[in-house]
């Protein structure tokens, strides 16, 4: 085995407990749920200021071990069945989406030193909660949501369109309904669509309200309208893993996940042409 390969079954995820993959894992796991510590920590300004040392060592271990298993991911991944080409394989892992959450967790730290603004750079570190998101390719419950949303994608498409094109005409009929009276609340359509936001989703900040009684009468029917509006998506998320938990336990279960029926056991034996 090239070091290149064993390098990258260290890399990849692994299943098996004991093994150096898993080990592996596991530490990669606990740095990024550190990282996620450390920056809330931050800012609290009694805990900071005596561990301010602490702080940057560990965010400067941080920035080096994740370039370093960036770099080392980059340099395995033509090990990869999908990505085996050793120029265009690297180029669509580096787009990948989550070769780009490995990329943006560390980025920001190098900008400093190719004359970028610092206020810039301190924006960006809010990047480095994107090593959160990292943890969900070593979790299952995340490989279950990812294939919820993928499949209801087209369901969830339609249903933010529908509450966006609501969010609109709500938000131009307040404002033709409140502008005269109040022209400094409901100064603009956009502006408007502040309160329209707030509304539909059943928030109400109370920074705008409408005072005639037309834009009370349509500021409730629209409150009303808010509530079935937020529970549309919710609704078809819940249906989406309502029915990828019934296939995962049907697959189990030696059961069909289509139909229900029982898989004859020579159908389950038979091997995959990728197996042999």
Same mark, same amino acid.
């Given at each position: 085995? @090239? ?12 299943? !098996?407990?004991?093994?150096? @993959? ?31 040392? *602490?702080? =940057? ?8 071990? *994740? ?5 080392? !991911? ?44 610092? !206020? ?13 998101? !990292? ?19 087209? /369901? ?5 369109? *529908? ?12 404002? *033709?309904?409140?502008?005269?009276? =109040?022209?400094? #609340? ?12 707030? +509304?539909? $989703? +059943? ?8 005072? +005639? ?6 500021? @409730? ?9 937020? #529970?549309?998506? &919710?609704?078809?998320?819940? %249906?989406?893993? %309502?029915?990828?938990? &019934? ?10 996940? $289509? ?9 389950? /034996? ?7």
């Amino acid at each position: 085995m @090239s070091p290149r390969r064993q390098v990258y079954e260290i890399l990849k995820i692994s299943d !098996r407990k004991g093994t150096l @993959s898993h080990a592996f894992d596991v530490f990669l796991i606990v740095v990024i749920l550190l990282n996620a510590l450390a920056l809330i920590l931050e800012t609290v300004e009694r805990i900071y200021v005596p561990f301010r040392a *602490f702080f =940057q060592y560990f965010d400067l271990f941080s920035i080096l071990f *994740f370039t370093a298993e960036y770099g080392l !991911r980059v340099w395995t991944i033509p090990e990869h069945p999908e990505y085996r080409h050793p120029v265009r394989g690297r180029l669509r892992f580096i787009l990948s989406p989550l070769a780009l959450v490995d990329l943006l967790a560390f980025l920001p730290y190098y900008l400093p030193f190719m004359g970028v603004d610092l !206020r810039f750079v301190r924006m960006l570190r809010i990047f480095r909660l994107f090593r959160v998101f !990292r943890v969900s390719r070593y979790l299952k419950a995340f490989d279950l949501i990812r294939h919820v949303f993928r499949r209801k994608r087209e /369901e969830l498409f339609i249903s933010l369109v *529908f509450v966006a094109f609501i969010l609109v005409v709500t938000s131009c009929t307040m404002y *033709f309904v409140e502008h005269e009276a =109040q022209p400094k #609340a409901f100064s603009s359509i956009p502006a408007t669509m502040w309160w329209g936001v707030a +509304t539909l $989703t +059943t928030v109400g900040y109370g920074d705008m309200y409408p005072i +005639t009684p037309l834009g009370k009468f349509i500021g @409730s029917l629209i409150a009303i309208l808010g509530v079935g509006l937020v #529970a549309l998506p &919710a609704g078809i998320l819940a %249906s989406g893993f %309502s029915e990828e938990m &019934a296939k995962r336990t049907n697959r189990q279960d030696g059961l069909c996940p $289509t139909c229900g029926q029982e898989i004859p056991k020579d159908r389950e /034996e038979t091997p995959k042409s990728g197996d042999i």
